[in-house]
């Protein structure tokens, strides 16, 4: 286990981020523990917390790798923190990231030697060989594809019928974000876009995504449904959507600032 002890007063108020196999901790009414170590009810090795950052000017904590709390319906996606703060969303997308990164970098995968932290970034160092790594970030790209009061819209193979979204793909070694764009559209459903606007961006611990987002005017071709990815994908009204991401994902809000465009423009 690679050590990255924190000097902690035992009385100190925080919340606390209690991670298990890419699960959140949540107390029965969905929140976030917070309290002092001491009134958390588990037994803590020092060296499983670290420090995430601030929440409402108290600091918060990553307890790492813990199986203690055996009942599994304590245990959460952070999706489900979506809803209720975006600031704890990110907390909890930070915590999830950093335990992944402590859990496969325990050893160096240049000279297969124990890996340790180094103190002033978040890094682990083999002593022997040198190697550094930082945690896995992947990039990923969203576009909501637009043509005169529509929006394309596709359902993956992986969500159920009914449920659709704008495209969506990862970066590749070497791509900008836009060139991703322009070939995961191309791939996934066979249009040529133009006109690409950057919109923002969303950390998405699932597990170490960066979404970025994107909206693009429709230029040419026929919608041709890449196989085994894009289950299916048409044109949709933005007068008449069907069921697509909630509002605090980043599609879902580029899906519902493309629909506000449409209709302000009317
Ligand atoms: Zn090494």
Redesign the pocket.
Known sequence: MIKHSISLPKERLGYWFIVNKGRLYLTTDGQVPHGTLTSLTIATQPEQICWLGDYQQQPCYLLVDHDQISDDSFWHSARSLLAHSEALFELAARALQVALFLQTHRF?G??G?AMHLVHWELAAL?N??G?RCYPRIAPCVLVGITRPGQILLARSTRHKPGFYSILAGFVESAETLEQAAVREVKEEVGVDITNLVYVGSQPWPFPHSLMTGFTAEYQQGDIVCQPNEIAEAAWFDLTNLPEVPPKETLSGRIIRQLQQKHLNNR
Do not use: D, E, R, T
């Open positions: 160096c240049q000279c030697s083999c022997k060989c190697h």
